[in-house]
């Protein structure tokens, strides 16, 4: 006998069994091998494959829960660690005054809200961005914490191919630090705080950047727009030492593709012709009590100031002034 098919608004993600009987659904139906069973009471159809969607019900399980820490992470689509990413248990927390929710794959926690640091998008009930990140200081490093901001506040302007929206401004992390002084994990957000910035798309980017600012290369600059003769932007690389005519571009997974390699040829192509020397860098790279990239961008920058020097230098004529040359 063929299984009846879902419905439609069943399909997009998870669902509790209330939705199932609400909808037509018999319990028996929902027991079948293409619906998954995380938790009691909570069903995720084995074709969804929406994480947001797959979350939504367990907001859904009373008018108090409200998804926490890297459940609330991977709804924002934060930066987390790889050992994070790999945890897939539901974190859900009621306030502090009500009972810890307690069922199979969750991670119950009684937390206290201010107001705002609680959000419903879309009908799941989640922390705000900023008061996620506060949340995941707690099990963190530092610099796991630094990713965690960057991909917070990570913003492109309009001339971006891709322009995107902070989901906070650094501000609203310092704010909510300082509104909770002895919450569990506030050292390290402390801690974390001075080094997050604007621009980073990715925790690996994040760990090049803290590299190079350790190693004494001084801080690549993000958001760096190269343009033309005529303004036009040309090239956006993912750091940047403008004064040095210097592009770093980090190369994930991804770059393994032909078509997105025939794109990173036309974009080396580009950066050489308006006169900046390219770095790319690769996850091995960055591995290490003595990463690679450190000799790479080193070399790059100083292969750039030996340029300088060489174009400044005075070039002495048979007769006539001094004559100064340099880079454009």
Not at 149 to 161: C, L, N, Q, W
Not at 240 to 267: I, K
Request: proline share 8%.
């Amino acid at each position: 006998m063929a299984r009846r098919p879902l419905p439609p608004e069943l399909l997009a993600g998870s669902f509790t069994a209330r939705d199932a009987d609400a909808a037509g659904i018999s319990r028996k139906r929902t027991r079948r091998p293409d619906v998954y069973v995380p938790s009691r009471g909570i069903r995720v159809p084995a074709a969804a494959d929406d994480p947001a969607a797959s979350l939504r019900a367990f907001s859904a399980l009373d008018d108090e829960s409200t998804l926490t820490h890297h459940s609330g992470g991977r709804f924002w689509a934060m930066g987390l660690p790889g050992w994070l990413q790999e945890d897939w248990r539901i974190h859900v927390a009621r306030e502090r005054d009500s009972s810890k929710p307690r069922r199979r794959n969750v991670v119950g926690h009684r937390l206290t809200f201010l107001p705002g640091e609680v959000v419903v998008v879309d009908g799941l009930r989640v922390t705000s961005p900023a008061r996620t990140w506060l949340d995941l200081a707690a099990i963190l490093t530092p610099d796991e914490l630094v990713a965690a901001g960057d991909s917070i506040v990570v913003a492109h302007g309009p001339e971006f191919p891709a322009p995107r929206s902070a989901l906070a401004a650094p501000a609203e992390l310092q704010r909510i630090v300082a509104a909770h002084p002895g919450m569990r994990g506030v050292r390290t957000a402390r801690a974390a705080l001075p080094d997050i910035r604007v621009g980073a798309d990715s925790p690996q980017e994040t760990k090049m950047r803290l590299i190079l600012c350790r190693a004494g290369l001084g801080e690549p600059v993000l958001n760096h727009i190269i343009r033309n003769t005529w303004g036009q932007a040309c090239v956006w690389p993912d750091a940047a030492y403008p004064e040095h005519y210097v592009a770093l571009q980090y190369d994930g997974a991804h770059h393994a593709d032909p078509r997105q390699q025939q794109s990173d040829s036309r974009r080396l192509a580009m950066t050489e012709a308006l006169g900046w020397k390219e770095v790319r860098v690769f996850k091995e790279d960055l591995d290490g009590d003595r990463p690679f990239v450190i000799e790479k961008v080193r070399a790059a920058l100083g292969r750039s100031l030996r340029a300088e020097r060489t174009l400044e230098a005075p070039i002495r004529l048979d007769s006539g002034p001094q004559v100064y040359f340099r880079a454009l």
